[in-house]
């Protein structure tokens, strides 16, 4: 009798611990991937997901959606339960699953620095604003993070910052941009705006409508968004004008000073030939005198002549 009241009291926590993981609605025999795509699309983005869920999912054997978890709401959200996690999967039935060892590995990961990298920026201009294009990418040719959650937009008249967190291929990315703004903005006309998945459009409003050379104070060559000109045609005309101008002055400084440097070299040189023609005629003198000291002339001047 109290091992029937026993049975009953665990099937009736686990049906609480269904409706809580919001799992009441699927039956054993439902394929993982429906509830995988069930969570990341409603679950995840709606709803408040306690720690024991991920245990609960685990323990049922739903180790991709445990997984899709853990990345796309607890990593995400910097809700650190890592000592937990890794705790509960030490045990060595979780660690065979293939799924487990990669969230075992993200939850070490994450205990420790996450990289830090820049994402992806694009810039094109008009008169009256800076147009730049973000892609949370650690490089041009890489696809954007597709979970990317931006946590920090700094507008200010000099400057901007952009922070976003993002995991790709489990591994977990901190996206950074931070740069010193080639001249004065309006920060209260300025906005930023989502693009599609894992990209953002910033639009600066310029203080003084003019071309700027650059983005950044820092002579830094950002990539242009071309795809910008038809837009703003006349102004990004005049932009790869001003650029091509720019590029010719840097060519014939270049020149210049390699020119300089050369002379520089070539004076260095005949210097150092002079001086090593000066000391070996002043070699050639004290040998000289040797000889006419008694005793002093054994390998003297006149013995080589």
């Known amino acids: 009798m109290l091992f029937l009241a026993f049975l009953i009291s665990v099937s009736m926590a686990s049906q609480d611990l269904l409706k809580k993981c919001y799992l009441e609605q699927f039956t054993i025999g439902d394929p993982e991937v429906k509830i995988q795509i069930y969570f990341e699309d409603h679950i995840v983005k709606n709803h408040q997901i306690e720690y024991e869920c991920l245990e609960f999912i685990i323990s049922r054997g739903y180790y991709k959606v445990a997984l899709s978890l853990y990345e796309n709401y607890f990593l995400l959200n910097h809700i650190d339960i890592t000592d937990r996690i890794v705790a509960f999967l030490k045990n060595d039935k979780y660690l065979n699953q293939r799924e487990m060892q990669t969230l075992f590995k993200l939850a070490m990961a994450k205990s420790n620095q996450v990289q830090v990298v820049q994402p992806v920026v694009q810039w094109a201009q008009s008169k009256n604003a800076t147009f730049i294009n973000i892609k949370f990418s650690h490089r041009q040719d890489a696809p954007a993070c597709l979970n990317a959650k931006l946590e920090v937009v700094e507008i200010k008249n000099d400057s901007l910052l952009i922070e976003a967190f993002g995991i790709v291929s489990h591994i977990p990315f901190k996206y950074r941009y931070a740069i010193k703004l080639y001249k004065p903005i309006d920060p209260t006309t300025s906005y930023e705006k989502v ?85 070996a005629k002043r070699q050639q003198e004290y040998e000289h005198n040797q000889c006419y000291k008694p005793g002093k002339c054994e390998i003297g001047w006149y013995q080589r002549q």
Request: without cysteine; glycine residues 2%; proline residues 2%.
């Open 195 to 279: 693009e599609s998945v894992g990209t953002m459009y910033v639009n600066l409003t310029k203080v003084e409508p003019v071309l700027w050379l650059r983005l950044t104070e820092e002579d830094y060559k950002t990539p242009i968004w071309w795809d910008l000109k038809d837009n703003f045609r006349k102004d990004m005309e005049e932009f790869a004008q001003m650029l091509e101008k720019e590029s010719e002055r840097k060519e014939r400084n270049a020149d210049k000073q390699a020119k300089k440097n050369q002379k520089k070299r070539d004076q260095d040189k005949q210097k150092q030939t002079s001086q090593k023609a000066q000391e």
